[in-house]
């Protein structure tokens, strides 16, 4: 106990050395995380209202409500179903297609952006890689997607939920599928540099060509990792610690970071949207 409660004084002592609780720190970091979840809400609402006019008002608690009831699942996969629910049954097919859409980009944010940071930081700092074992767990995932497709092909009829919800998506216009990039791609220079900007705070000495490096990297490694929501911060915390090792940051500069931006974009806003879970209303039956 006096261990753990050790540990905490040096995280808190860290955050107060640094300044970070100053009222300008925190505006700053509220903004940022003001655009990140105002582009994630936009991006829910324009979707949302390819099937019908729905009001921005309604994304916002769909997109909040949805947060707090994913964290417990891994990689938020909890958020399909909640946002589901919030819809007659038989628009439910139509969001998942959405939500598949709306994921899809922000995984390709991460994943274009990602691949183009950690080429730059495996370059630069000479890092050896085993593109055997690369090569091997390749093959096994796409052994696995393979099987699952074969699978899915072979239980689902042209009526199912999931064959439903995929010829919806082919109907959604290439303008739609732009502006859902578009939100996708400022979401993630957003976040990306408010963690940036937590750099600058904590006075790490790095350039911001390696610093977009090392973050992309951080997210493009935690994003294919399964992990439960809740304990997010850890996973992309172990992983920032070992990127940025090579900078010399200290580790409890990092999992300061790392913690603060999980407090920020997912423990704060899932607060906001408990209220809105605990006073939802569902739609089990129409």
Known sequence: MENEQLKF????????ENNVFT????????????????FEISKWHLLISFINKYSFKKALIQSLASLTT????????????A?????????????????????????????????????????QHKIGIDFYQIFKVILLCFSVITVFFFITKYFNHSNSFFEKART?????????????????????????????????????????FNALSAI??????????????MFDFV???TVAIWIFSFY????IIILSITSIMWLLNFVLPAIIGSYFVLTFKPNFVK
């Not at 004084?9 to 107060?16: A, K």
């Not at 819809?87 to 990602?114: A, D, H, P, S, W």
């Not at 578009?182 to 993630?188: A, H, I, Q, V």
Request: charge should be positive; glycine fraction near 6%; charged fraction near 10%.
């Open 9 to 16: 004084s040096v995280f808190y002592l860290n955050l107060i």
């Open 83 to 123: 946002k589901a629910l919030c819809f007659e049954k038989k628009q439910r097919n139509q969001v998942l297609g959405l939500n598949l859409v709306g994921n899809f980009y922000q995984l390709l944010m991460t994943f274009i952006f990602g691949i183009i940071g950690f080429s730059y930081f495996i370059y």
């Open 248 to 251: 010399n940051v200290q580790p």
């Open 235 to 237: 996973l992309k915390g």
């Open 168 to 208: 919806f998506t082919k109907k959604i216009s290439l303008r739609l599928n732009l502006k859902v990039c578009l939100f996708s791609f400022l979401r993630f220079v957003t976040f990306s540099h408010q963690f940036y900007i937590l750099l600058l705070i904590f006075k790490i000495d790095i350039s911001y």
């Open 23 to 38: 009222l300008k720190n925190c505006s700053i970091l509220i903004i940022f995380t003001t655009f990140n979840w105002f």
């Open 70 to 81: 994913s964290l417990i699942t891994p990689n938020r996969i909890g958020e399909y179903g």
């Open 216 to 229: 992309t990297s951080v997210y493009l490694i935690a994003s294919v990792v399964p992990m439960l929501s």
